[in-house]
């Protein structure tokens, strides 16, 4: 062999080895890092349409796409509902706010612990309040002497249907007052007879008028009135941030999938789906009041002051103990909206 080639023969065979000697060990793959697991709510409310937000949220995956998972339970009576979140059974819930008011205020029916910490961190609907009475009373006159239903003589919606009676002429020793619990069981009790007249929520007029019974005035008469809103104990939000404002983005999410008309046939077939007695036309009719562009579901889930304002007025004139309540930024604090969506 020549020798040039003999020498350019080692020399590359020294280079060969060099590199291999000098290349760096390769690290193993690692597996890539796992999403954290989804934290877990639970959540509590009341059955109705006005969970269209929620509903639809669950459906579309937003919780999850938000870092949280809702477990939903639906509560019998609003005591039921406010001890089971102060008993840290539940980390949010949903319900009129009068009622996380009046436990706050010590003139709830339910006994408490001292020094409850509850607060309003999302605004929901105006209410959809409707007073309806049995096919045989047309008038509040027609009432004297007869049953009216609420969820709790102190709490929920009580001192609206009250207040409404009084304008219709009624004193309040002209009825008697009864407890029912949440609006789709005085729903019911009111189709088989119990009571003569109750205070419903959309769409539960809507059912009892196509059975013939009739509707003596709305909260509309008010004025301005907050109705649901999403409330916790502050100790649970201050320590839960991030879920806090996970579940506040995703029902935020959920407010504008169903506020989008291109979905109107899936939202008429989650109310059919999770609401006893609902047709599609009652459908098509309940979804043009839940999400009517003025006095709808709130879109923005900011909470409603002059309506907060209207709801301590009523319970100054009829919560006991005897109090004066003014101050609606007592009950609230949008905070974890604001790190949600921004300054208002």
């Known amino acids: 062999m020549n020798t040039h080639r003999i020498v350019a023969f080692i020399l590359a065979c020294a280079v060969a080895v060099g590199a291999g000697a000098q290349a760096p060990a390769q690290a193993p793959a690692q ?10 709510l639970r959540v509590i409310a009341f059955d109705g349409g006005w969970n269209l937000a929620l509903w639809a949220a669950q459906r579309q995956g937003f919780f999850e796409a938000n870092g949280v998972v809702v477990q939903l339970s639906y509560t019998p009576n609003s005591a039921a509902l406010v001890t089971g979140l102060l008993a840290g059974r539940y980390d ?5 706010i009068d009622n996380f008011i ?14 409850p910490d509850l607060f309003a961190f999302m605004g929901g609907d105006g209410g959809f309040l409707s007073v309806m009475a049995a096919p045989s009373v047309k008038t509040f006159a027609e009432l004297k002497g007869k049953t009216l239903s609420v969820d709790a003589m102190t709490t929920g919606l009580a001192f609206v249907l009250r207040e409404l009676a009084a304008r219709g002429g009624l004193a309040e020793t002209d009825v008697t007052y009864t407890r029912a619990g949440g609006t789709a069981n005085r729903y019911r009790e009111l189709l088989a007879g119990k009571h003569d007249a109750t205070l419903l929520r959309t769409p539960f007029e809507l059912l009892a008028i196509q059975r013939g019974f009739n509707t003596l005035g709305t909260a509309e008469a008010l004025g301005a009135y907050q109705g649901s809103v999403g409330a916790a104990r502050r100790s649970w939000a201050q320590a839960n941030e991030a879920a806090t404002i996970g579940f506040l ?9 169903v506020y989008d008309r291109t979905n109107r046939e899936v939202v008429e077939a989650l109310l059919i789906a999770n609401i006893r007695d609902m047709t599609p036309a009652l459908a098509k009719q309940s979804y043009d009041l839940l999400l009517a562009d003025k006095g709808g579901l709130s879109r923005d889930l900011t909470i409603d002051i002059p309506g907060v304002r209207t709801v301590l007025e009523l319970r100054s004139k009829y919560g006991t103990p005897k109090k004066a309540l003014t101050d609606p930024t007592k009950y609230i604090d949008l905070t974890y909206h604001d790190k949600a969506f921004g300054k208002r």
């Open 102 to 115: 009046a436990y706050q205020e010590g003139q709830g029916e339910a006994k408490i612990p001292d020094n």
């Open 31 to 40: 597996a890539p890092a796992q999403a954290p697991a989804p934290a877990a």
């Open 249 to 257: 983005r995703a029902y935020k999410a959920g407010t504008d999938w």
């Open 92 to 96: 949010i819930a949903l319900a009129t």
